[in-house]
């Protein structure tokens, strides 16, 4: 068991760094994930409103904004 007993500081060295090494991953991961399913989100968004716009249909305005009209002077 020598071989164990002058192993066993190297093996205990690297143990903190695979912890923070896969804790960082999963964060990453879960970061990239976050973005991926925002874009999804923004660009459905986008293509409802865009639909919208195109068919002619306006929604509701948005809570706390003015609904635009087009000016006399353009």
Do not use: C, N
């Amino acid at each position: 068991m020598p071989f164990m007993e002058s192993l066993l500081p190297y093996v205990l060295a690297l143990v903190p760094t695979i912890g923070v090494g896969t804790l960082f991953y999963f964060v990453i991961k879960s970061i990239l994930e976050g973005d991926r399913r925002e874009r999804l989100a923004q660009a459905r968004w986008e293509a409802e409103h865009d639909g919208r716009e195109r068919h002619g249909k306006t929604g509701s305005p948005t809570p706390g904004t003015t609904p635009q009209t087009p000016s006399a002077d353009a």
